[in-house]
């Protein structure tokens, strides 16, 4: 069974950049398949950040393009997001998870992290 | 972008019977572009149903979806106390993909 795990701090402050990795296990990054982050803010709906491949290859939310890293560490296993210049309208908590193309679909999700921006 | 509207924002049912739920794409969605997800507070969201009417892996058989075109509905024949949460639609176009706001199925 493919997992998922978010990790990174809980905690930032605002105009400072949030980081967080997913670990998978189970299912090796190289294979395939994309690869995406996803947050959901306090009392609201699901919101896609961006997506990368294991080639490295990416693409955005457009409204949120501007402020987003997305990268890969196939030799650990892993990726990464790094949102920077955040806002408590950044506060959500953040999901990781494997993407299919054609049909489009997430298969496998992490368990999430609340992030929450505040001084 | 293509923005999913879900109705009812809320259902009150109880357990045993049925729930329909509906998303409303603001313009035409390819049926291979359309999923729906189970999900509780604390939890990882479940893949339900893929390419609009096809059942993921290990989903019981009284979630069925259906719909073409900007019309889409999750149908759970016989509500299971499990099946109690939100239910979300998502949709991928235009290299973005979107959810719906959400429908919270809540026990009656």
């Known amino acids: 069974q493919v997992q998922l795990q978010e990790s990174g701090p809980g905690l930032v402050k605002p105009s400072e950049t949030l980081s967080l990795t997913c670990v998978v296990s189970?299912?090796?990054?190289?294979?395939?398949?994309?690869w995406g982050w996803i947050r959901q803010p306090p009392g609201k709906g699901l919101e896609w950040i961006g997506s990368i491949y294991h080639s490295g290859s990416t693409y955005f939310n457009p409204s949120l393009k501007s402020r987003v890293t997305i990268s890969v560490d196939t030799s650990k296993n892993q990726f990464s997001l790094k949102l920077s210049s955040v806002t408590a309208a950044d506060t959500a908590v953040y999901y990781c998870?494997?993407?299919?193309?054609?049909?489009?679909?997430?298969?496998?999700w992490g368990q999430g992290i609340l992030v929450t921006v505040s001084s | 972008e293509i923005v999913l509207t879900q109705s009812p924002g809320t259902l009150s049912l109880s357990p045993g019977e049925r729930a329909t739920l509906s998303c409303r794409a603001s313009?035409?969605?390819?049926?291979?572009?359309l999923a729906w997800y189970h999900h509780k507070p604390g939890q990882a969201p479940r893949l339900l149903i893929y390419?609009?009417?096809s059942r993921a892996t290990g989903i019981p058989d009284r979630f069925s979806g259906s719909g073409s075109g900007t019309d889409f509905t999750l149908t759970i024949s016989r509500l299971d106390p499990e099946d109690f949460a939100v239910y979300y639609c998502?949709?991928?176009?235009?290299?973005?993909?979107?959810f719906g706001q959400g429908t919270k199925v809540e026990i009656k």
């Open positions: 998870a494997r993407h299919h193309s054609n049909p489009y679909y997430f298969d496998y």
């Open positions: 189970a299912y090796s990054i190289s294979s395939g398949y994309y």
């Open positions: 998502q949709q991928y176009g235009s290299s973005l993909w979107t």
């Open positions: 313009q035409s969605v390819s049926s291979g572009y």
């Open positions: 390419g609009a009417s």
